[in-house]
């Protein structure tokens, strides 16, 4: 009875696990898809109800400012190029004059673009009113305003305003600056002349032409072949660094990546889907969400120094051969002569300034942001660049040499006391920096648009 039992036991749990087949390997496969599906969909609702859609939208995995500042390349056509990491916002088009340009009417929270290509919230006529000065500002990513919060952020646009304002100033209070003509007596004297002098009353417009990953090559061209048709008043340049970073190969940047496209068609076209594939899957929400939250790479600190291609630092990017530096920097002083011969033969006031970077900073006015830029940056990262700037001021040296109207500045140190956070990487300003970089051009350009009083004309003043 016992035996018994126990054998219908066995044979029952027996059959039990007989019944219990694994799934088909195909059925588990194709629910995989569903279960992402489904994953995705709960993702986006719960997004919808934090009120993060917009955000995660256009959030690409890095912080979203730096995405916002991202170059997104064009073909001459207007298409996307096919294996090219196209996830910034800021489009160019291949231009075969200088590289690429800016699209026009362009626009984003941090950034607008006219429709002339320059960063600006309006329209530059191409006849220019009487009543305007225009200064015209050229160079790479420093002089666009990278990583700025707004247009009005840029030290171009808070330039303008402080010529403008100032124009104001004058017309209500007049007393408060040098007069038009000279007092007779010398204690008047001596008070007027202390005085601010007055510049031109005119309309000033600063007019941003500068465009990200531009070297001394493309803001010549970009000279030749567009700005000089708005009639400039005053042209002011602010580059050096990138000159640094680009092959002495290269006569000017161009859109990273394009040769090595051309070189095999099935590799471009292996590149292509890669491309999509990773652009399709970095698109969805699920991994949007997991990279915003989980990874943060929103609070995360990185180098956006353009045109770039992969993710080399910036010290590989510096020569580190001596010859090949010297060829570089002579690079930047040949088209900078261009420059300077250009402006002189239209009789246009030429301002030539080396950006500024962060290893002039003094160590003590250092951020602990500031201190974490540096060591990202490396050990050998500051004296491979202080070798270049250095050698871009002998550059500019013999500029001014042959063209002695030329007015140039070093601006490398030019943040050494400065009270506060100055640089969001290399050699990005903050938003407190560009106003500073302002208040220094202004004071250089201010010099240029003074009027020059009238010594007193009439007859001696009877004596009181």
Known sequence: MFRSSRKLSYRSSRSLYQKK????????????????????????????????????????????????????????????YDGLSNQGQLTVKQSPV???????????????????????????????????????????????????????????????????????????????????????????LDKALALPAQIRDSRYRVINAAVPGYISGNELSKLAFDVLSYKPDFIVVLNGYADLLVPSTQEGSDIPGTETLLESAPRHLLMGITEQVKTLISQLFLVKAFQYWVLQPQDALKQVVPPV?????????????????SRRVDRYRQNMQQFA??????????????QPEITGRDPSQHTPREKEILNQLGANYPQQVKAGYSGLQRS????????????TFNFYNAYADFKGEAFQDAIHLTDAANASLSNRLFDAISKQLQLQPKPYGGTEPPAS
């Not at 291609?309 to 530096?325: I, K, M, V, Y």
């Open 309 to 325: 291609e992969g993710d080399a630092p910036l010290a590989q990017r510096l020569p580190t051969e001596a010859d090949e530096l």
């Open 396 to 407: 500019l040296d013999q500029v001014k040499k042959e063209v002695p109207q030329v007015t």
């Open 98 to 188: 200088m590289g690429y340009r800016l699209m026009g009417n362009q626009q984003q929270q941090d950034w607008a673009i006219n429709e002339q290509g320059f960063r600006s919230d309006q329209a530059i006529a191409p006849d220019k009113p009487k009543d305007e000065v225009r200064i015209f500002v050229l160079g790479g990513s420093t002089a666009f305003g990278q990583l700025s919060s707004t247009n009005q952020t840029t030290f171009t646009k808070q330039l303008e305003d402080r010529l403008n304002q100032q124009v104001v100033a004058q017309k209500e209070n007049p007393g408060k600056f040098r007069p038009a003509i000279l007092p007779y007596f010398a204690d008047e």
């Open 341 to 354: 011969r250009l402006t002189s033969a239209s009789k246009i006031p030429l301002i030539v300034a080396m």
């Open 21 to 80: 087949k694994p799934l088909p390997r195909k059925w588990i496969l194709l629910s995989i898809p569903l279960v992402l599906i489904g994953l995705e969909l709960l993702v986006r609702l719960l997004v919808g109800v934090s009120g993060k859609t917009d955000e995660l939208a256009v959030f690409q995995g890095e912080p979203l400012k730096v995405s916002a500042y991202r170059l997104k390349y064009l073909d001459r056509s207007g298409k996307l």
